[in-house]
């Protein structure tokens, strides 16, 4: 079974701060998604990395997939309260299964 | 990617009873799955749902306790039997699909929010 672990696993900031999510498995995917969940919501599909090493940004969000394609970071540059979110990686769907990692709850305060 | 609808959204059930969430997409999909979440936890997947044939269920969950339906490439229900407060959860469905030429992910529904009291 591939693991993924995320951390943190919770992570309050204050408006206008830096973060960074990290996603770290022992497997080799051949992609890994971000998804972001609002309460009340399901996932939302944010941007999905394939090639190891690649950079991908999405506004303030910039995603990094490891050289080695084991692992993945998430960095909001001046995080905003609307940026508040349950963040979850996953694994390339397997057989159609995604795998995905514990997820890490961030809340900006204004 | 496709559009999924899931219903209802929420709901507060006795125990002992039964629910069935239901689960359309606008397009035809050969995978759909469901998830059970804890709030601000990760997706635990419950069971594949296949397309005339029985639905595939992981590890510590039955097909009495959760039997599942997907009568067509569009539509799946998943029903939640005999509940107790344990099964107070969202549960979520799943297609996997690709946007263009980027690998496939798995689409969500909005999720049911079930309370059992």
């Known amino acids: 079974t591939q693991l993924l672990e995320q951390s943190p696993q919770f992570l309050s900031i204050q408006e206008g701060e830096n973060l960074t999510v990290y996603c770290n498995s022992s497997?080799?995917?051949?992609?890994l998604q971000w998804y972001r969940q609002e309460p009340g919501e399901g996932p939302v599909l944010l941007v999905t990395?394939?090639?190891?090493?690649e950079v991908k940004k999405l506004k303030r969000l910039t995603f990094q997939f490891g050289d080695a394609r084991k692992d993945s970071s998430l960095h909001i540059t001046a995080a905003q309260p609307g940026d508040t979110g349950l963040y979850l990686c996953?694994?390339?769907?397997?057989?159609?299964?995604?795998?995905f990692g514990d997820g890490t709850t961030l809340t900006v305060k204004p | 990617s496709a559009v999924i609808s899931q219903k209802p959204s929420r709901d507060i059930c006795q125990r002992g009873t039964s629910l069935t969430i239901q689960c359309q997409v606008d397009?035809?999909?050969?995978?759909m799955f469901w998830y059970r979440q804890q709030p601000g936890q990760s997706l635990t997947l419950i069971a594949t749902?296949?397309?005339?044939?029985?639905?595939?269920?992981e590890s510590g969950f039955v097909i009495d306790k959760f039997p599942i339906s997907r009568p067509n490439l569009t539509f799946s229900t998943l029903t939640v039997s005999n509940m107790s407060p344990e099964d107070s959860s969202i549960y979520l469905c799943?297609?996997?699909?690709?946007?263009?030429?980027?690998?496939?992910?798995?689409?969500f529904g909005q999720g049911t929010r079930l309370t059992v009291v």
């Open positions: 397009s035809q999909v050969t995978m």
């Open positions: 497997s080799v995917f051949s992609s």
């Open positions: 990395v394939v090639t190891g090493g």
């Open positions: 799943s297609v996997v699909g690709s946007q263009g030429r980027t690998p496939a992910a798995a689409f």
């Open positions: 996953a694994g390339v769907p397997n057989a159609g299964k995604s795998t």
């Open positions: 749902a296949n397309q005339g044939s029985e639905a595939t269920y």
